[in-house]
């Protein structure tokens, strides 16, 4: 049975470090253009005491040496991303941001530390920290659930990237397992949470995908008949007008080839800019759910 959990923890491993990594495109684009954008730090620096606060959990647990694996991994990692947003970030934002981690990296993590080593005493110390860990993986794993309300309202999985909670799911499946092969609650009880919840997640893309792909058909229709009408108007419109201006004055109808030139180019115009709008709020909707699966 030990092989057996061993093999399952390296599994969760392999899966959760693919998890941590997914923030590279991000802070790869944060370096390129040396600007944190419309990017919130708050993900990066509470993942950040999760992580050490279950490698301190590894620490304390007999046995626990592929929790202090992963985690390690997981705090050098986001120590990594939450030092290149303190560098990158509007001053405003980085005088705020360097203060939570004062706060929470620094003299929260380091309280529990002391406390657990100072005050608590024999299995007290790992019931402490199991608790504070299990509730902060909890935190983590419920922060979707903005994110699934979301896709409820408007019958689309543009708001929830698919990837990601696959890797969740996985995530929490494998991290389940091993809880129940070791009999680990403080592992077991928040990743059987976040299994439940990553399994709603798959089910919602799964039911909102095609409404998803239809009204994206829908609104390329749109934009179609948007400029058939556009022309028909235009057409109609100067012809109307040169016909009426011939009656009067005796002057001849302008060319074809000139009105329709013109009413091509507006319709190319109107086309173009509606797609820029259009790109404009996907990359807008996706800087947001970014935000939130990070939370």
Not at 55 to 73: C, D, E
Not at 177 to 204: E, H, M, R, T, W
Request: proline content about 3%; some cysteine.
């Amino acid at each position: 049975m030990a092989s057996l959990s061993f093999i399952i923890g390296i599994i969760g491993n392999v899966i959760s470090i693919l998890v941590f990594t997914s923030p590279i495109g991000t802070f790869r684009r944060v370096v390129k253009k040396k600007s944190t954008e419309n990017y919130k730090g708050i993900p990066y620096i509470t993942t950040l005491l999760s992580t050490s606060l279950w490698s301190f959990y590894g620490i304390l647990k007999p046995g626990g040496l592929l929790v202090l694996t992963v985690n390690g991994a997981g705090a050098v990692m986001q120590f990594i991303y939450v030092t290149l947003f303190l560098v990158y970030a509007p001053k405003k934002v980085k005088i705020k941001s360097m203060k939570l981690v004062a706060v929470l990296n620094v003299g929260f993590l380091g309280l529990v530390i002391a406390l657990t080593l100072l005050v608590f005493h024999g299995s007290f110390r790992l019931t402490f920290v199991g608790i504070l860990c299990a509730g902060l993986t909890i935190g983590m794993y419920a922060s979707p659930l903005s994110v699934m309300r979301t896709v409820i309202k408007t019958k689309s999985v543009e708001y929830m990237p698919f990837l990601l909670s696959f890797f969740l799911f996985l995530n929490a499946g494998a991290w389940s397992v091993y809880a129940v092969l070791v009999k680990d609650y403080f592992i077991g009880v928040p990743n059987v949470i976040g299994f439940v919840l990553g399994s709603v997640q798959l089910i919602l893309y799964s039911v909102y995908r095609k409404k998803s792909v239809s009204m994206e058909e829908e609104g390329s229709a749109t934009l179609v008949k948007r400029a058939v009408e556009m022309q028909a108007t235009e057409d109609g419109g100067m012809a109307a007008g040169p016909r009426n201006h011939s009656l009067s004055k005796g002057r001849s109808l302008p060319k074809p080839s000139i009105s329709r030139q013109h009413s091509l180019q507006k319709i190319m115009k109107t086309i173009s800019l509606d797609l820029q709008n259009w790109q404009q709020e996907t990359k807008d909707i996706e800087k947001g759910v970014n935000d939130h699966n990070l939370h």
